[in-house]
């Protein structure tokens, strides 16, 4: 009996967490406006916000802290974007050779286990495409990949944010591509 009773306070707690989460996603999909995404590719301040001396006084501390908020969501969406291209590799890897998880994993010289969630993982984004501009890693994702079905289910506004096209915005990409012409300028003017 005792042992039933945690059980059950262990149920109630997994189904808050469940909630928990899926309003924190629906926050998050809801506040993506004109289906148009922004991602940054270039963090100048990367250093400084990681590094940075904690401030003593409470307004820049919340500023401190809303900036790492919004630097992390960032940098996620970026390592979602990453694992997404990656699962889609190891997926038409698979498909190609017409292989087992496991012997593609072998070939592509990485672990059975992370092969199987980037398979998992291509999956749902292939279903959800939107769901990699929550902030959420690729494994969070997967853990709450039951929540998240069973939720689009039932919510069809949540199914069609997930579904929806955006628009990437890709904020930082002319810097680079000026910094590396500026580069190559002053190389080619050193051998004139």
Not at 79 to 85: P, S
């Amino acid at each position: 009996k005792e042992r039933s009773e945690e059980a059950k306070r262990v149920d109630v707690e997994n189904e808050r967490r469940d909630v928990r989460f899926i309003a924190k996603l629906k926050e998050t999909m809801n506040n993506i406006r004109k289906e148009e995404i922004v991602i940054q590719t270039r963090f100048n301040n990367a250093r400084e916000l990681c590094t940075a001396d904690v401030p003593d006084d409470e307004e820049s501390m919340r500023t401190q802290y809303i900036n790492l908020d919004f630097f992390i969501a960032d940098v996620e969406v970026l390592g979602c974007l990453a694992k997404k291209k990656q699962a889609e590799v190891f997926a038409k890897y698979k498909n190609k050779f017409g292989l087992t998880t496991e012997e593609t994993a072998r070939r592509l010289d990485t672990p059975v286990k992370f092969g199987q969630r980037l398979f998992t993982f291509h999956g749902l984004l292939t279903k959800f495409p939107n769901i990699l501009f929550s902030g959420y890693s690729m494994e969070t994702l997967l853990t709450f990949k039951k929540t998240i079905e069973k939720e689009e289910f039932n919510d069809e506004n949540f199914r069609c944010k997930l579904e929806t096209e955006f628009t990437i915005i890709w904020e930082g990409e002319d810097e680079d591509e000026r910094s590396l012409l500026e580069e190559t300028e002053e190389k080619m003017e050193k051998f004139v």
